[in-house]
């Protein structure tokens, strides 16, 4: 998945909360997350870059796909 479809992936991000799955190309989960608002937590790793850990820098290289999976809490 492209920068343009995880962007994609970012705006239909649910305001609910949640658990959130990073995939890499082959489709291996490599991070499960938890949120109270999926949209927020997920977007602030793709946004500015300033201020994130190399640890989360070299996860986000290589998320190729999000999925969500929503909670009541």
Do not use: C, Q, W
Not at 30 to 43: C, D, E, I, P, T
């Amino acid at each position: 998945m492209e920068a343009h479809a995880i962007r994609a992936k970012l705006t239909l991000a649910p305001v609910s909360p949640g658990v959130y799955l990073f995939r890499d190309r082959s489709g291996r989960v490599v991070y499960v997350g938890k949120a109270a608002n999926l949209r927020n937590r997920v977007r602030s790793y793709f946004g500015a870059k300033a201020g994130l850990s190399t640890k989360v820098l070299r996860l986000v290289a290589v998320v190729a796909d999000i999925e969500y999976i929503l909670a009541r809490s």
